[in-house]
T-cell receptor, first 110, second 113 residues
Framework: GIQVEQSPPDLILQEGANSTLRCNFSDSVNNLQWFHQNPWGQLINLFYIPSGTKQNGRLSATTVATERYSLLYISSSQTTDSGVYFCTLNSGGSNYKLTFGKGTLLTVNP | EAGVAQSPRYKIIEKRQSVAFWCNPISGHATLYWYQQILGQGPKLLIQFQNNGVVDDSQLPKDRFSAERLKGVDSTLKIQPAKLEDSAVYLC???????????FGQGTRLTVV
């Protein structure tokens, strides 16, 4: 099946810093999503971005499907940005299985 | 628009007991997923439904886990008998179709003692 690699696995920032999270994948994809899992375990939709660039406030994402990677940018980080960021992919085929990466654990210190 | 609803939020049971989780997907969503997330790991797909048919259950431990999706809407996931290693968060998600944006419920945190 499709392989999803996220980097870095862990990231510690001071409040106000910027960061870039990366997701590499091994096959062509029908869709790609970024989620934020907050400390209570809720998976929050950040971006649905099979290709191109999107922005939502301090967050933006870019997917280059032809080169099989996606980037999530967080600017002016806040303590509430802490948590795990997951990249998930749907590789199509007959069942559209949604595959998760292992995540990036982000800690933003005040 | 209402999101994906799951219940209960928390459950503590003894090993060898049985437990059931319920999921109500977003209205009109044909695809429903159940994931298991063990502490410190990413979610693992247990079973995927398209309407009321099973699309993928390759990672479902069928000797103890079962799931059904009645009339292509609500779904229940059952564990019988539970083992200590089943302690995890069980997440339900739905999407309009399999290759579109998926949305997750708040999850059920299961502790087996």
């Amino acid at each position: 099946g499709i392989q999803v690699e996220q980097s870095p696995p862990d990231l510690i920032l001071q409040e106000g810093a910027n960061s870039t999270l990366r997701c590499n994948f091994s096959d062509s994809v029908n869709n790609l999503q970024w989620f934020h899992q907050n400390p209570w375990g809720q998976l929050i939709n950040l971006f649905y971005i099979p290709s191109g660039t999107k922005q939502n406030g301090r967050l933006s994402a870019t997917t280059v499907a032809t080169e099989r990677y996606s980037l999530l940018y967080i600017s002016s980080s806040q303590t509430t940005d802490s948590g795990v960021y997951f990249c998930t992919l749907n590789s199509g085929g007959s069942n559209y299985k949604l595959t998760f990466g292992k995540g990036t654990l982000l800690t933003v210190n005040p | 628009e209402a999101g994906v609803a799951q219940s209960p939020r928390y459950k503590i049971i003894e090993k060898r007991q049985s437990v059931a989780f319920w999921c109500n997907p977003i209205s009109g969503h044909a695809t429903l997923y159940w994931y298991q997330q063990i502490l410190g790991q990413g979610p693992k797909l247990l079973i995927q439904f398209q309407n009321n048919g099973v699309v993928d259950d390759s990672q479902l431990p069928k000797d103890r886990f079962s799931a059904e999706r009645l009339k292509g809407v609500d779904s229940t996931l059952k564990i019988q008998p539970a083992k200590l290693e089943d302690s995890a968060v069980y997440l339900c998600a739905s999407s309009p179709q399999g290759d579109t944006e998926a949305f997750f419920g708040q999850g059920t945190r299961l502790t087996v003692v």
